[in-house]
């Protein structure tokens, strides 16, 4: 059952270990962004660069406030969140000093997908939350996909397919948007919802776009 799977992928997130889950974008690892131990962890399984951020996952935009300095409208968020969308935001004290120590920024992601927002949920603080490949090798879409990563996962959740496989849209990633300047948006990577995204932060609510 869906219960249960949530509740061993959080013991399993709890006992520091990660776990692949399927967002609504592409499949994803995720370890708990307040234990320094599996942030590193998460770095290591990627062979990442240290000074690439990792981005906080949460359940709802009501946590959201807690983790980050908000200086948009609560609507704002709510009209991009749940969805393909990661907001960068500056940081708030509550964050692990060790998550991203580089910078005063974080992205944050609440995926439109129930299974990793019930685990978000299930979980006492954010997730750290990235996509489930080698650094710079193509996102994935099927847990196949990520076959080299499986011995130094705790737990992988299969939600099968996500998207369409042959479609080059569908590993484009969640559209990264920093809003921590007032007034401003720049788009970090264009992702996979950039034009609705753009329409709602420029004509709902007149935000002036910086080059990145």
Do not use: M
Request: proline share 8%; net charge neutral.
């Amino acid at each position: 059952g869906w219960s249960d799977a949530v509740a061993v992928a959080a013991g399993a997130l709890q006992a520091g270990g990660l776990v692949a889950v399927p967002t609504d974008t592409v499949y994803g690892v995720a370890g708990l962004a307040q234990d320094s131990g599996a942030v590193r962890s998460i770095y290591s399984l990627k062979g990442r660069n240290g000074r690439k951020p990792l981005a906080i996952c949460l359940g709802d935009v009501e946590r959201l406030y807690r983790y980050c300095q908000v200086n948009v409208p609560d609507e704002l968020l709510r009209d991009l969140l749940p969805g393909p969308v990661t907001l960068v935001l500056k940081r708030s004290e509550e964050l692990n000093k060790d998550l991203n120590p580089f910078t005063s920024l974080v992205g944050v992601r609440i995926p439109n997908h129930p299974f990793i927002r019930e685990l978000a949920r299930a979980c006492p603080g954010p997730l750290a939350l990235t996509s489930a490949n080698i650094s710079c090798q193509a996102s994935t879409l099927t847990v196949s996909e990520f076959q080299e990563l499986w011995p130094q996962l705790s737990l992988i959740i299969d939600g099968g397919p996500i998207g369409d496989i042959q479609s080059p849209e569908c590993r484009l990633g969640s559209t990264v948007v920093d809003l921590s300047v007032s007034g401003k948006f720049t788009i970090i990577r264009p992702g996979c919802a950039l034009t609705s995204t753009v329409e709602i932060l420029r004509q709902k609510y007149g935000l002036i776009p910086e080059p990145a």
